[in-house]
């Protein structure tokens, strides 16, 4: 869920749930199903940061209209002047 | 080598071609070759066209190609993409020209006035009798060069645009999700992205969109990279390279690549070059790092960092619901200290009034039982002789109609009736078979007398 939400969406909803909680006007009721919501996300967090793997990923295509998985262009087909 | 000006202005015509000299022989042919030499031996005369040939190849095979060094005027660019200029000193003039082929090379048109130092060679224009240096490089004297120039040129264009200004920068995404990243494939700088990502933000998705990074239209494909990137739905993008020399990193140094990085819908990072070197993408990004390890580093949140953040969250949380259970409990005390101390006023209040009230009633009550209960007895007594019961005990007997209603004189008793007579341990039905007959009580104890000869059982 972390990953289709991204990580910063996440932090911004726990913020707000903070920020929220810091205010007076929540119901007893609603404080604690706000808490719950946050502790939720942040453990979801915790264990997407935990288990995560990087992925790199291609744009190809003339237009840059596909994306596939990206793997290194073998020695042979080195452009010319890509040294660095 | 012989001096060639002494052959060509001899008397030797030239020949019919230049081709047929490309021997590099310096001597023209001999003007027997010549039909019309043939026919007017003397004095021999020479087409324009051959004069101009002879002069050129003259030229051309006896000077080799030179650097030239001389001050900047004229330059022209025209449509073709050629370009002329005069190169001149303060005593004589050469005119420059620079053909496409080469003039896409340069990075700018030098300035009027500009100290230049090209490199070409003579030749000699047929059609219009003049010569000229065909220039294959050109270089400004001062430091930098024709480079500089260019870059300078450009940066202050883009500064007067205010793609330059600082307040146009963006904050980088503190939590990227996806990263776009601009380099060539094989790069040393796309694997220390790579790396620096992996090992900070691993959660990260890096899109890489190649491209080359050098040579003749590197910065139209980096600008088309950097704008195919953004369309993508990337948070960052980060443009990558390692360094080299300013004509290795020219295509950084493009308009397009500028237009496009400005373009971006989303920041750019610049890692492109070492520490020293400044490109015109470094200045219109929204962040220039020294590397390409630094833009990732400044782009990958550290992961240590990130869960000092989460950690934080935690315990905001954890006070922001101690505040709201603490604040409520405050003022659940504060109404529950209210209520006990008004109802303790009130009860005080109370109960005094009750005490008195209690005390009070107790004696009124009291007396009351007392007093009662002795007229208790006295009825209790009174009913007693009063009760039926104990009448019936000693033999009377109570006639009553269906209704329980008692019978009390003759009327009552018509003949045919039906009615029960009550005993003291049951009920007798009856009728009356005849017309009573009216008869005055005598005394009491006559009627007791009679009553005892009608009793039953008992």
Same mark, same amino acid.
């Given at each position: 869920?972390?990953?289709?939400?991204?990580?910063?969406?996440?932090?911004?909803?726990?913020?707000?749930?903070?920020?929220?909680?810091?205010?007076?006007?929540?119901?007893?009721?609603?404080?604690?199903?706000?808490?719950?919501?946050?502790?939720?996300?942040?453990?979801?967090?915790?264990?997407?940061?935990?288990?995560?793997?990087?992925?790199?990923?291609?744009?190809?295509?003339?237009?840059?209209?596909?994306?596939?998985?990206?793997?290194?262009?073998?020695?042979?087909?080195?452009?010319?002047?890509?040294?660095? | 080598?012989?001096?060639?000006?002494?052959? =060509?202005?001899? &008397? #030797?015509?030239?020949?019919?071609?230049?081709?047929? *000299? %490309?021997?590099?022989? @310096?001597? $023209?042919?001999? +003007?027997?070759?010549?039909?019309?030499?043939?026919?007017?031996?003397?004095?021999?005369?020479?087409?324009?066209?051959?004069?101009?040939?002879?002069?050129?190849?003259?030229?051309?095979?006896?000077?080799?190609?030179?650097?030239?060094?001389?001050?900047?005027?004229?330059?022209?660019?025209?449509?073709?993409?050629?370009?002329?200029?005069? =190169?001149?000193? &303060? #005593?004589?003039?050469?005119?420059?020209?620079?053909? *496409? %082929?080469?003039?896409? @090379?340069? $990075?700018?048109? +030098?300035?009027?006035?500009?100290?230049?130092?090209?490199?070409?060679?003579?030749?000699?224009?047929?059609?219009?009798?003049?010569?000229?240096?065909?220039?294959?490089?050109?270089?400004?004297?001062?430091?930098?060069?024709?480079?500089?120039?260019?870059?300078?040129?450009?940066?202050?264009?883009?500064?007067?645009?205010?793609?330059?200004?600082?307040?146009?920068?963006?904050?980088?995404?503190?939590?990227?999700?996806?990263?776009?990243?601009?380099?060539?494939?094989?790069?040393?700088?796309?694997?220390?992205?790579?790396?620096?990502?992996?090992?900070?933000?691993?959660?990260?998705?890096?899109?890489?969109?190649?491209?080359?990074?050098?040579?003749?239209?590197?910065?139209?494909?980096?600008?088309?990279?950097?704008?195919?990137?953004?369309?993508?739905?990337?948070?960052?993008?980060?443009?990558?390279?390692?360094?080299?020399?300013?004509?290795?990193?020219?295509?950084?140094?493009?308009?397009?690549?500028?237009?496009?990085?400005?373009?971006?819908?989303?920041?750019?990072?610049?890692?492109?070059?070492?520490?020293?070197?400044?490109?015109?993408?470094?200045?219109?990004?929204?962040?220039?790092?020294?590397?390409?390890?630094?833009?990732?580093?400044?782009?990958?949140?550290?992961?240590?960092?990130?869960?000092?953040?989460?950690?934080?969250?935690?315990?905001?949380?954890?006070?922001?619901?101690?505040?709201?259970?603490?604040?409520?409990?405050?003022?659940?005390?504060?109404?529950?200290?209210?209520?006990?101390?008004?109802?303790?006023?009130?009860?005080?209040?109370?109960?005094?009034?009750?005490?008195?009230?209690?005390?009070?009633?107790?004696?009124?009550?009291?007396?009351?039982?007392?007093?009662?209960?002795?007229?208790?007895?006295?009825?209790?007594?009174?009913?007693?002789?009063?009760?039926?019961?104990?009448?019936?005990?000693?033999?009377?007997?109570?006639?009553?109609?269906?209704?329980?209603?008692?019978?009390?004189?003759?009327?009552?008793?018509?003949?045919?009736?039906?009615?029960?007579?009550?005993?003291?341990?049951?009920?007798?039905?009856?009728?009356?078979?005849?017309?009573?007959?009216?008869?005055?009580?005598?005394?009491?104890?006559?009627?007791?007398?009679?009553?005892?000869?009608?009793?039953?059982?008992?």
């Amino acid at each position: 869920m972390e990953a289709e939400r991204g990580l910063d969406a996440t932090l911004k909803r726990i913020e707000a749930i903070v920020a929220a909680l810091d205010s007076d006007s929540l119901g007893l009721d609603e404080a604690l199903a706000l808490f719950e919501e946050g502790v939720g996300h942040l453990r979801r967090a915790q264990e997407f940061l935990a288990m995560a793997e990087l992925r790199v990923e291609e744009l190809i295509g003339r237009e840059g209209e596909e994306v596939r998985e990206f793997r290194e262009p073998g020695q042979g087909d080195r452009d010319a002047g890509d040294d660095s | 080598m012989s001096d060639p000006t002494l052959d =060509l202005f001899g &008397d #030797a015509p030239p020949g019919d071609g230049g081709e047929a *000299r %490309r021997d590099g022989g @310096r001597r $023209p042919p001999p +003007p027997r070759s010549e039909p019309e030499a043939r026919s007017l031996p003397a004095p021999r005369v020479w087409t324009v066209r051959q004069v101009n040939r002879a002069v050129r190849l003259q030229l051309e095979q006896t000077l080799p190609q030179l650097w030239v060094g001389g001050e900047m005027a004229n330059f022209r660019r025209q449509r073709s993409g050629h370009c002329y200029f005069t =190169l001149k000193d &303060d #005593a004589a003039q050469l005119r420059c020209v620079m053909f *496409r %082929r080469e003039a896409v @090379r340069l $990075p700018a048109d +030098p300035e009027e006035g500009m100290t230049l130092k090209v490199f070409g060679g003579l030749t000699l224009y047929e059609a219009r009798g003049v010569y000229q240096l065909v220039v294959a490089k050109v270089e400004a004297e001062s430091e930098g060069g024709m480079w500089k120039l260019a870059f300078d040129r450009l940066a202050s264009r883009l500064d007067a645009e205010g793609l330059t200004d600082p307040g146009r920068k963006r904050p980088l995404p503190a939590f990227p999700n996806r990263v776009g990243i601009v380099s060539s494939p094989t790069s040393a700088a796309l694997k220390d992205v790579i790396a620096v990502v992996g090992r900070r933000a691993p959660w990260v998705r890096l899109l890489v969109r190649s491209t080359r990074v050098q040579g003749q239209g590197a910065g139209a494909e980096i600008a088309a990279a950097i704008s195919s990137l953004a369309s993508r739905d990337v948070d960052v993008v980060i443009v990558a390279r390692g360094g080299g020399s300013i004509e290795d990193l020219w295509g950084f140094n493009e308009e397009p690549v500028a237009r496009a990085v400005a373009a971006s819908p989303v920041p750019v990072v610049s890692g492109v070059g070492h520490e020293t070197d400044v490109t015109i993408c470094d200045l219109v990004a929204d962040l220039r790092a020294a590397t390409p390890s630094a833009a990732a580093e400044a782009v990958a949140p550290d992961r240590k960092a990130v869960a000092g953040v989460l950690q934080g969250l935690g315990r905001r949380l954890g006070k922001g619901l101690a505040a709201q259970a603490r604040s409520r409990r405050w003022r659940l005390d504060q109404a529950g200290d209210m209520l006990v101390r008004r109802g303790r006023r009130r009860l005080a209040v109370s109960r005094a009034r009750l005490d008195a009230a209690g005390a009070r009633m107790s004696d009124t009550v009291r007396r009351r039982i007392r007093h009662e209960s002795g007229r208790l007895a006295e009825v209790a007594a009174a009913m007693d002789a009063l009760s039926p019961l104990s009448t019936l005990a000693r033999g009377y007997a109570l006639p009553l109609d269906g209704e329980g209603r008692l019978l009390r004189g003759v009327r009552d008793f018509t003949p045919g009736r039906d009615f029960g007579l009550r005993v003291v341990d049951g009920n007798v039905p009856c009728e009356v078979t005849g017309p009573a007959l009216g008869a005055p009580l005598p005394d009491a104890g006559a009627v007791a007398f009679e009553s005892g000869s009608t009793r039953h059982g008992s």
